[in-house]
Nanobody, 115 residues
Framework: QVQLVESGGGLVQAGGSLRLSCAAS????????MGWYRQAPGKQRELVAT???????NYADSVKGRFTISRDNAKTTVDLQMNSLKPEDTAVYYC?????????WGQGTQVTVSS
C-alpha cells in the first residue's frame, strides 16, 4: 500500500515562510489531483490548494497570493510554499492524492504560526 509522507511543518513567527513537501512511498498511476488540506483545532478539515494533472491550480480564498502549490509527476511529490504566514494558518496540514483507483491521505504535519 502506497503511503504519503509529509514533511516541512514546524513553528514559525507571523510573516514567516514554510515549505511543505509530500512524497509517495511508491508509484501511483492515474493521478488526477494532488492537494493540501488543513484542520485547525475544533474545526473541520478544509481545502488549502489543489493542482490537477494539467497543472490547473485552485486555492482557498484565505491563502490566495500567499501560498503556492507545485507538483513533480516524475517523483510523485507535491509541495506547498507558504509565505506571509498568519496565526490563523495554524493547523495540521494533510496531503491528498486522488488517482483513478484510490484516494490517498498523508498522516499530517503540524504548522504553528506564533503572533
Amino acid at each position: 500500500q502506497v503511503q504519503l509522507v509529509e514533511s516541512g511543518g514546524g513553528l514559525v513567527q507571523a510573516g514567516g515562510s514554510l515549505r511543505l513537501s509530500c512524497a509517495a512511498s511508491g508509484s501511483i498511476f492515474g493521478i488526477k489531483v494532488m492537494g493540501w488540506y488543513r484542520q485547525a483545532p475544533g474545526k473541520q478539515r478544509e481545502l488549502v490548494a489543489t493542482i490537477s494533472s494539467d497543472s490547473t491550480t485552485n486555492y482557498a480564498d484565505s491563502v490566495k497570493g500567499r501560498f503556492t502549490i507545485s507538483r513533480d509527476n516524475a517523483k510523485t511529490t507535491v509541495d506547498l510554499q507558504m509565505n506571509s504566514l498568519k496565526p490563523e494558518d495554524t493547523a495540521v496540514y494533510y496531503c491528498r492524492i486522488i488517482s483513478t483507483m484510490y484516494v490517498y491521505w498523508g498522516q499530517g504535519t503540524q504548522v504553528t504560526v506564533s503572533s
